[in-house]
């Protein structure tokens, strides 16, 4: 019994299929004027800032409360259950605001900077999210005086750089 060929079983199966065949080109759909809308309001740099402040905020809100409920208080053996529950609502309250509040200013200065660096280049690469980066962690750090600001504008865009080139955005 004679072994049979995959590829002469499938060219005998399908009629009219030819050796070469020429593969399938798919049309292009026009965006409707919703989606270009939807896109244009996105582009917007004070959009792209305010939705990055709030989601940064509410990222730093949810990481305040986890590490907020890490607290342990200093003298918890002499604390009552009920001393050590409102000791530790207060820490997560008060981690939880600091954090949503440091993290929604990070969100918008490095989303305004990315944008306006972006918009201003008109380039869409991996210069901008070192600028934006370097700006940032700069202005965070400035408190602590221009040594601090420097070594945070460093810190900040190298961090940017490696999380770009973890998720590959700009190839």
Not at 41 to 67: D, K, Q, T, Y
Not at 88 to 94: I, P, S, W
Not at 102 to 107: H, K, Q, R
Request: with cysteine.
């Amino acid at each position: 019994m004679a072994a049979s060929n995959p590829e002469n079983d499938l060219k005998t199966q399908v009629p009219g299929s030819n050796e070469a065949e020429q593969p399938q080109i798919q049309a292009i759909r026009m965006p409707s004027m919703e989606e270009i809308r939807a896109q244009e309001v996105w582009n917007n740099c004070a959009v792209r800032s305010v939705a990055s402040g709030v989601m940064g905020g509410g990222l730093g809100f949810m990481m305040g409360i986890f590490l907020g409920a890490l607290d342990n208080p200093i003298m918890q053996e002499q604390m009552s259950g009920r001393q050590q529950l409102i000791y530790n609502l207060k820490q997560m309250g008060t981690r939880s605001w600091s954090s949503a509040k440091t993290f929604a200013v990070m969100g918008v200065v490095f989303s305004a900077v990315e944008c306006v660096v972006e918009k201003a280049r008109a380039k869409h690469d991996t210069t901008n999210t070192v600028v934006a980066g370097c700006v940032t962690g700069g202005t965070m750090s400035a408190k602590a005086g221009p040594k601090a600001a420097c070594v945070g504008c460093v810190g900040f865009a190298a961090f940017s750089v490696a999380i770009e080139k973890f998720f590959d955005r700009h190839t």
